[in-house]
């Protein structure tokens, strides 16, 4: 026991994919003839929400808002449609760490390890919210079935899959006015989604599409360094622009609005499963997304005559500034992913059940072009950079197995092992070329820059459940991963001193596992766990070095893999009409890998780069309850509360001077957080629910010298409240509305959050 372990906690038994969970004490046992990442013992800690929940307490625009409530969970999402910063955090994992975090759909992976940070966001937009049937979240790398990427959690989304004809629609539109710094203005937008499955023999299939058109607020300013020269010759005199702190309190001016995105995405997907036997299910998806998108800019400078300002020489205030073309940026997105699963499944309950799974995601386009010269004109053409990663992606391969040793005539008996390969395959091209025309619609020219490569994890894994006494259960396993790295190269142009061809990299590492839980009582259960993970670099911080106008990237071909140590003990009560659990959790993470984005003021770019951090140490309490009905029948309550104390115990390097990161706070890691729900059941058609989130104080910098959170690049504490009422029209219609970010808290996670936003819907089903 002292040496670690845990046995799962809340227990979901899922007979049929259309039963509802049942919840009970001790090692969760998951029984599903549905693709799910899941193993059937999971030995960590599990909260779950169900599609009832969701569509009850939460306003959902994306998937990834069913995670809204979850204990410890943050999801960094900018504005409806977010489709390449919105990461997870987790416990003892910012949001700078996307890839310390595994996100699934029926099995498929999500998650984007290509690399690792904001840009690696998981692929949220395969799903859609109407899709969901339930999301399970597993807290920590306590289970051999998954790799060292579960160090902070593994989210595993069920969607529907019909026992009968149905179909669905639903109409939302939503809107926000967002006030900050010199931008004053609406954003809004629509989303359609339609739905339509059925059942016949042993075939099922269900489809979805959906197309959602949003306009977010700005997510980053132009700024300067107030200037101590006087102006050039003939600059223009201009006016409008705000006076400021950055976030390390350091006075600036904001210049300008960025980054405003006019998104448009349409998804579809079709899912068929066939019914070999009543024992045997084979299950096929097809997942398409499309994302045009176009970023722009807004000026606050006027000259005397009124006229936006955007480059050249100017005067504000008596002091001279240049605004370089690219100051005030604009680009057009455009992609097309595609994501393909299959997997043949058997579910006997008997002495050996099987797996076979596959997925493939693919970049089949991905550009981005953007113009090097200045608005106005920039909208309509000019010179720029087409950034293309066209064959980016990556595929997987599952094969498990399940053996019940002692189980007789489907009565399971003291062990059930889980045991199987993987294998996970990467493969990265990011190619940015000048474009000397017109960058809107003309080919690619010189090559600007040129990364790539490939990673590769094969792992084989075994654990056993093992119920060894009338109380007790323990689950012991193990997980052996070789990983490789091959193919890199980095190329800024011909004859550039930076080119590299990197060789090939090759390491293994056993990752063991141990979990204990103990009926302590009829109503109280007792675990404890512990487990190692390892995360192997990702492609893009082996090799992904970057340089554009605004930002530069600084790879490391040798960076040691992160190996982490986590612990949880738990003690969770059933109090009749809810649960409640306490768990005390500590990670200790040596060669932390972690990217640090500072400003070069002298250069007037962000520049990034990859480092192992010595060791980072994390201990905490997380409380959390679940209940329904409870004083009175029809009122829910859930909540959480989550203490961390991150802290940087080891680093040989440093941001300013030696040994300044050692005993700071771990970026983006607050150290409390908490939610809660309270959601009411006036009667069978209507229902009315209030939320609320904390995060307190964060910091981005390694050394803590972002002090100030509440400016552009900071990340601030934040309090926001959610109003939900939901109304059953009809047996067929519901309609909904409701407000998020109800008290219009103006918060930041670099970029600056929504501010408070309307949300209205209405569905149809049938």
Known sequence: ???????????????????????????????????????????????????????????????????????????????????????????????????????????????????????????????????????????????????????????????????????????????????????????????????????????????????????????????????????????????????????????WLLLGSATQYDTTQEHAKIKLAYDFSSTVRAAWTLGYWKNNTQNTSQTYLRDVAGAPVYSGNVSINGRGYTLAATDFGTSNDALVHLMHGLSVKSNTQGVFDWEVAASLYNYQKDQQRAATTAQPGALLGGAGTITDQNGTGWNTLSLKGIWRPDSVNGIKGSHVVDFGYQQDNYALRILRSSIAGNYLTDSAGTVVNDVGGRTRLRSVYAQDAWAFAAKWKTVLGARVESWSASNGFTTFGVGNAANAIYGNRSETAVSPKAALSYQWSTDTVLKASTG??????????????????????????????EKSWTTELSAEKDLGNGLLRMTFFTENVRDSLYSQTTFDPAANLNVSRVQNVGRIQTKG??????????????????????????????????????????????????????????????????????????????????????????????????????????????????????????????????????????????????
């Open 1 to 251: 026991m002292a040496a670690g372990a845990l046995a799962s906690l809340p227990a979901f038994a899922q007979t049929t994919p259309d039963a509802a969970p049942a919840r009970s004490l001790g090692v969760v046992t998951i029984n599903s003839g549905q693709p799910t990442s899941l193993p059937t013992q999971i030995p960590t800690t599990i909260e779950g929400v169900t599609k009832e929940q969701i569509e009850q307490a939460i306003n959902a625009t994306d998937s990834e808002d069913a995670l809204k409530y979850f204990p410890s969970l943050l999801v960094r999402k900018r504005y409806i449609g977010d489709y390449n910063h919105a990461v997870l955090s987790s416990r003892a994992s910012g949001t700078g760490n996307s890839a310390r975090s595994m996100v699934y759909a029926d099995g498929i992976l999500l998650s984007n390890y290509l690399g690792n940070g904001a840009t690696y966001a998981p692929r949220w937009g395969l799903v859609t919210p109407e899709e969901i049937e339930r999301v399970d979240v597993l807290y920590g790398p306590f289970s051999a079935a998954y790799p060292g990427n579960s160090v902070g959690a593994v989210v595993d989304y069920v969607t529907r899959m019909p026992t009968r004809f149905e179909a669905h629609a639903k109409l939302t539109g939503f809107t926000q006015n967002f006030r900050l710094y010199g931008t004053d203005s609406s954003f809004s937008g629509s989303q359609a989604s339609a739905s339509l499955g059925n059942k016949v023999g042993d075939w099922s299939w269900f489809a979805n599409i959906n197309r959602n058109k949003s306009a977010g607020q700005p997510l980053t300013f132009t700024t300067k360094a107030l200037s101590t020269t006087a102006p050039a010759v003939g600059a223009r005199v201009v006016t409008g622009a705000v006076p400021g702190l950055d976030r390390t309190n350091t006075p």
């Open 532 to 561: 190692r993970a390892v995360r192997f670099p990702t492609v893009s911080e082996l090799y992904g070095a970057t340089a554009t106008v605004n930002s530069r990237f600084v790879n490391d071909p040798s960076l040691r893999p």
């Open 621 to 766: 309490i997380e409380v959390a309850y679940n209940g329904n009905d409870v004083f009175k029948k029809g009122l829910d309550l859930s909540g959480s509360v989550t203490y961390a104390d991150s802290r940087i115990r080891e680093n040989a390097g440093f941001v300013v001077t030696p040994g300044d990161t050692i005993g700071k706070y771990q970026p983006r890691v607050p150290v409390w957080r908490a939610t809660a729900l309270v959601s009411y059941r006036f009667d069978p058609k209507l229902s009315a629910t209030f939320g609320a989130r904390y995060s307190g104080p964060q910091f981005s910098a390694l050394d803590n010298a972002d002090v100030n959170g509440y400016a552009y690049m900071g990340a601030s504490k934040y309090f926001t409240t959610d109003v939900r009422v939901r109304y059953q029209v009809s047996r067929q219609w519901v309609a909904a509305v409701g407000i998020d970010n109800l008290n219009n808290y103006k918060y930041w996670n670099f970029h600056p959050y929504p501010q408070r936003t309307l949300v209205a819907e209405l569905k149809f089903d049938l």
